[in-house]
């Protein structure tokens, strides 16, 4: 045991880079790099399943990269350590929704030594392919000598913008192989640049041209940090568009009490269609904007002048024609497009848009008022009281959404400010709950930490309760509220919109929790507190005496459609 491994030197890398947390679910082939971590200052967080283990990570990242945008010695690195193949595919699900928010993550799984794999023994399978459509970049450390370059790169890879998950795999002999190597440096991240010049100017003469601009801004503004979502403010201001998050959006890119600020774009076709009718758009850091399903027409009019700013090569152009296309950091780039405009916008022309943005902002509004209200003379509360009562009690919260049906009456009821909220970009089932886990953890890092919420619908909550166990283990402060409609919710929507028809034509098979699931029972069985509550009025006073305690309480609150 005095001989200096592979394990050790990839635990002693992680340590080098900052890393304080792995996690994860251990198997046979990862047992060098457990006890590493066991001989480390890293902690080893226990999930009881693989996608758990990811889902943390990916929850603990995403609040880490908001704590970086402010302190620079922070990584905000999440690494999950998964089994071979069978705990690799466990951990996909949530593998694939940090790709879509854009999560930095290293996730590693063992594999066996390289010298056995003809003999395909148990629990055999290609890494590499299963991981590949989900990562920034998937390798295989095959010699001991590699680690220092291959796991610097992997953790460069995934912090550098578009930032994402990258894979590593562990083989048993190369973990187990000695070595005198050391980790190497890992050097400063870069962002994407100040992005081309020629390009920002003629994204300026198109919005000097324009009469009345829109703004959408999507996650990769918030990605960029706080002085990110401060220059969509600025361009906003300077431009006099009027602003929308895009479909799905899952982050917090321009502060909602803006006067600017009109609403998130839903994934409804006509109303995505509505909101998006400009003569110019600004597509700002989007990746997301698009519909579940199939639309009929087109969501932007082929006459309408677009503007796309991005990080991300990939998503310049990628579902409407680029008129002018700026490829950097979205925070650089939409603070000199400010300045530029500035200089060119007198404030006649910017008072003329602001009439217009007044307008519209009124109609949409009067629009989205009634989302998530539901049926009156229930006596549960509906999706709209819930989240008044949630706000009035935890107005300052750090919301971690996996509320899929009850998201859109949070987004247009609560005004959330820049690094508050994140949800589940990705859409499958099974972040939210393991993600407010991985919140909590990092929350728990700060000197002043925030209250976490988890809002969690009951489909989604059932998907991973056995979260609740790391959360209690590690004695985490967490609030996880539930708003329980004893269905999937989203299922019978779709059903409507792909096949149409009325509610009551349908026998839903498969999506009714009939009997339901004892909620507050599974709760406490994992070790949480859980409390049922099935009157609107109790909700308010339930969410502060949880938040008053410490440990996690999970409130299972009926609520109808």
């Excluded at 000695?178 to 100040?194: K, V």
């Excluded at 070790?527 to 099935?534: F, Y």
């Excluded at 309480?553 to 109808?560: A, E, I, S, T, Y």
Aim: proline share 6%; net charge negative; hydrophobic share 40%.
């Amino acid at each position: 045991m005095s001989d200096y491994t592979g394990a050790q030197l990839f635990v002693d890398a992680l340590a080098d880079y900052g890393v304080t947390h792995v996690f994860g679910n251990p198997g046979t082939t990862e047992l060098p790099v457990v006890h590493a971590l066991a001989d480390s200052e890293i902690e080893y967080v226990l999930g009881l399943h693989e996608d758990i283990a990811v889902g943390m990570a990916g929850g603990y990242a995403q609040t880490r990269r908001y704590h970086a945008h402010h302190d620079d010695s922070i990584i905000p690195l999440g690494v999950a350590n998964l089994h071979l193949a069978p705990g690799l595919a466990h951990g996909l699900g949530n593998l694939y929704a940090a790709k879509v928010a854009g999560a930095p993550l290293l996730v590693t799984a063992g594999n066996h030594s390289s010298d056995f794999r003809h003999e395909e023994p148990i629990l055999s399978g290609d890494l590499l392919r299963m991981t590949r459509q989900f990562c920034k970049d998937s390798q295989e450390i095959l010699d001991v000598e590699a680690i220092p370059t291959m796991v610097r790169r992997a953790v460069r890879t995934a912090l550098t913008p578009p930032t994402g998950p990258v894979f590593l795999g562990l083989p048993l002999d190369t973990m187990l192989a000695e070595t005198d190597a050391s980790p190497e440096r890992l050097g400063p991240i870069p962002t994407a640049g100040d992005g081309d010049a020629a390009s920002i100017e003629r994204a300026a003469d198109l919005l000097v041209e324009a009469d009345a601009p829109v703004l959408v801004v999507g996650d990769h503004v918030a990605r960029a940090g706080a002085d990110a979502v401060a220059a969509a403010v600025d361009l906003a201001e300077a431009s006099g568009a009027r602003v929308h998050g895009e479909i799905l959006l899952s982050e917090v890119d321009f502060p909602m009490d803006h006067e600017q600020w009109v609403s998130p774009i839903p994934p409804d076709e006509d109303l995505a269609r509505t909101l998006l009718s400009a003569d110019t758009v600004v597509f700002a850091g989007c990746s997301t904007n698009t519909t579940l399903t199939r639309h009929e027409g087109d969501l932007v009019a082929s006459d309408t002048t677009c503007i796309h700013l991005s990080d991300a090569i990939h998503e310049i152009g990628k579902n409407q024609p680029a008129d002018a296309a700026v490829i950097g950091d979205p925070g650089d780039v939409m603070d000199e497009l400010a300045n530029r405009l500035r200089e060119r916008l007198d404030d006649e022309r910017k008072e003329e848009r602001l009439d217009t943005v007044r307008s519209v902002k009124e109609m949409v509004e009067g629009q989205l008022a009634t989302m998530g209200e539901g049926d009156e003379d229930d006596p549960r509360a509906s999706k709209a009281e819930l989240v008044d009562a949630l706000e009035a009690a935890a107005s300052d919260a750090y919301i971690v959404d996996e509320g899929i049906t009850a998201k859109y009456a949070m987004l247009t009821r609560w005004p959330l400010q820049p690094e508050q909220y994140i949800s589940n970009k990705g859409g499958g089932l099974g972040y939210g709950l393991p993600a407010s886990v991985g919140a909590a953890l990092a929350e728990s890092q700060r000197e002043s930490p925030r209250d976490v919420v988890g809002f969690v619908g009951d489909g989604s909550y059932l998907y991973y309760p056995h979260s609740l166990y790391t959360a209690a283990r590690y004695d985490l402060d967490l609030t996880v509220v539930i708003p329980d409609n004893r269905n999937y919710r989203i299922l019978k929507d779709n059903t409507l919109d792909v096949m149409g028809g009325e509610e009551d034509e349908y026998d839903w098979q498969g999506m009714e929790f009939d009997p339901p699931v004892d909620i507050p029972t599974n709760v406490e069985s994992h070790g949480a507190r859980g409390q049922l509550i099935e009157s609107p009025g109790e909700i308010t006073s339930a969410v502060g005496e949880a938040l008053g305690r410490g440990g996690p309480d999970v409130l299972d609150v009926l609520v109808h459609d």
